[in-house]
């Protein structure tokens, strides 16, 4: 496994974007990119302390720098690459020209729509675990409905919601008993935009919902603040509700693979005594992402 270092990691950044033809303007801490109105920050591994925090992207300056930029109206979303992610994501890349406007159209309206029962009596839930643990961030996580997209032959896209609960919300005209859901995953092709893909596959979600009689229906999900602002959902008619702490990871210092406390342990249980102690694991950094910010539906 070949060490990087935090040295080298902006060099082969910039690198890559000279590779793809894109540009970029430097402004401090950040890289601008105005034709895609996106501010990228990258965040080295060897910035945070032992205790998780970043002084340089945690400071009231910076978050003053990016919230002037926002004002200015010229830059509406922000990324935060972290060098972790660049060095272990092996579709960060893709992911990332994707964002900068190299990427594969596919149009939602053109492909073929597998709903949840679809995806159960053509025993396709494995398939689409595999597919979220590929191209998924966080891989995939335990859910209850599926639904995917198909292009020709090939997934494209792919959503999973969780179990109903029942949810009691003060509104207008008194309380209302929502049947409340978590959109917990969605991710496409990291080359490929599906345009519509998001929308269609919560359609298709709400109308099986409908079609059961579940009403009042209320679908919660949360955008992750290292890659985005979250403006798909505000496009899908979901209303921005709170803020969601940063969650603390151990970084691998070799692979650079990103594992939580709960994961380490797995792999390692004798690193439960230092951790209880609060002390840094040898051979890992700990850092904490940028949390993320919680979306709200509701429909009658």
């Not at 401090?28 to 965040?43: H, M, S």
């Not at 990332?96 to 053509?122: H, Q, T």
């Not at 978590?182 to 998001?198: F, H, K, N, T």
Request: hydrophobic content about 35%; overall charge positive.
């Amino acid at each position: 496994m070949t060490l990087h270092s935090s040295g080298n990691f902006k060099r082969e950044f910039l690198l890559f974007l000279r590779q793809n033809g894109l540009r970029c303007m430097e402004s401090g801490e950040l890289l601008l990119f105005p034709d895609y109105r996106l501010a990228v920050t990258l965040v080295c591994m060897d910035e945070f302390g032992t205790d998780g925090k970043n002084p340089k992207i945690d400071s009231p300056e910076f978050a003053a720098v990016l919230e002037n930029l926002a004002a200015s109206g010229g830059y509406d979303d922000f990324m935060y690459l972290y060098e972790d992610r660049w060095f272990h994501d092996r579709w960060i890349r893709e992911r990332i020209l994707a964002r900068l406007g190299r990427f594969r159209p596919v149009f939602a309206r053109k492909c073929r729509l597998l709903s949840n029962s679809r995806i159960i009596s053509e025993g396709k839930s494995g398939e689409l675990q595999d597919f979220l643990e590929k191209y998924h961030s966080y891989g995939s996580a335990r859910c209850k409905y599926r639904y995917a997209l198909e292009y020709g032959e090939t997934t494209v896209a792919a959503a999973t919601f969780s179990f109903g609960r029942k949810i009691v919300r003060q509104g207008a005209n008194g309380e209302v008993e929502y049947n409340s859901y978590e959109w917990i995953r969605y991710a496409s092709l990291p080359d490929c935009r599906v345009i519509g893909g998001m929308g269609r596959l919560l359609k298709a979600f709400v109308t099986d919902l409908q079609s059961e009689g579940v009403h009042p229906i209320e679908i919660m999900s949360y955008s992750d603040n290292e890659w985005s602002r979250g403006a798909v959902y505000s496009s899908l008619g979901f209303g921005r509700v709170s803020e969601r702490v940063a969650v603390e990871y151990y970084v691998d210092r070799e692979s650079f693979e990103r594992v939580s406390e709960r994961k380490l342990l797995k792999k390692k249980p004798s690193l439960e005594g230092s951790l209880i102690l609060g002390d840094l694991p040898p051979g890992y950094f700990k850092i904490r992402n940028r949390g993320s910010t919680k979306y709200l539906l509701q429909l009658a």
